[in-house]
């Protein structure tokens, strides 16, 4: 899952400074007023979106995979738990009844 983030990160890096470096050569217009580094940041997150999409698919399947194995594992886990409290319960039930 960290490695998704911080190549999710590497490209939105990599598109601030292509957006920057455009609208510094003036390809890209500047923005209004003082809106400038907001204007290079946004524009940079709609560009970066869709290509972490593309780019970054095996890797997004890979930490989807992994956070199923985890949760898969919690389920097991508090169901496991579950079930000795069931039989717990079930056994003090059992004892009280014969007494």
């Not at 997004?60 to 579950?82: F, Q, Y």
Request: aromatic letters at 8%.
């Amino acid at each position: 899952m960290l490695r998704y983030t911080l190549m999710r990160l590497g490209v939105f890096v990599g598109c601030l400074a292509a957006v920057w470096g455009l609208v510094y050569l003036g390809v890209f217009p500047r923005g209004l007023g003082d809106s400038n580094g907001m204007w290079i940041v946004l524009l940079s997150l709609v560009v970066s979106a869709p290509l972490s999409f593309v780019l970054l698919r095996k890797e997004r399947d890979r930490a989807s995979e992994t956070v199923v194995r985890r949760v898969d594992r919690m389920k097991a886990g508090l169901e496991s738990n579950r079930s000795q409290e069931d039989e717990a319960a079930d056994s003090a039930h059992a004892q009280g009844q014969a007494s």
